[in-house]
């Protein structure tokens, strides 16, 4: 796959694939999509009723949401068990070109970028007291949870209308079957037809004023 990096309007990078005409993340700011999306919505509001969060992110990508997530465990001290799943894992060599050091302005967060790329596929690692990571090289439609395995899933998936296989009933009936009682799915999509596979699911759907550049996003909730 062929990978271009590009600079996003709040300075922070993200990648553009010619081949299906999408960028990893959005082109309004990589960095306030990522913060608004899966840490405001998804990890803090999870943090409100649990100390110790279970984490399944679809698309590891750039590993922006990895170490947004870890900058968040690093200054709350919960504990979060973070699964990733990624089909096409980057190389050393586009990763070096994501310039995270020119928007990522910690230094102690800085310091974790690059053992979370280097982390070994397939296999639980430490990389701090409270938060692990486990990255797993596999597709979603191959990927098998257990039933509520998970209490948090960020779904960031590429756009259903690039990878619709991927936004189908079948793909959120397994979301619903592999969160926790009370989980929540966070994404920037507020298709209709998504959120309508999100209630066929059993999810309730609510929309949220979306990151800068879009007017909405929505996060479903599993009944407790």
Known sequence: MNLEVRQT???????????LNEHYHSVHG?????????IKMGLQAALERL????????????G?????????????????YYDTLEKFPLTPEVVAQLQFDKF????ELLDFFKPLHDAPWEQPVSISPHFTLRKLETDLEAFAPAPESYDLIYFDAFAPEKQ??????????????????GGTLVTYCAKGSFKRSLKAAGFTVEALPGPP???????????L
């Open 164 to 181: 619709p296989h991927l936004w189908t009933d079948a793909i959120f009936q397994k979301m619903y079957d592999c969160l926790a009682p």
């Open 213 to 223: 550049g879009k007017r909405e996003m929505t996060r479903g909730v599993k009944s």
């Open 64 to 80: 922006l949401n990895a170490l947004l997530t870890l900058q968040h465990v690093l200054a709350s001290g919960a504990d979060v």
């Open 9 to 19: 309007k709040d300075g922070s990078t993200t990648l553009f694939v010619p081949e």
């Open 30 to 38: 990589a960095l306030q999509e990522s913060l608004h999306v899966f």
């Open 51 to 62: 100390t110790t969060v279970r984490l399944l992110e679809v698309g590891f990508g750039t």
């Open 104 to 107: 990522i302005l910690n230094p």
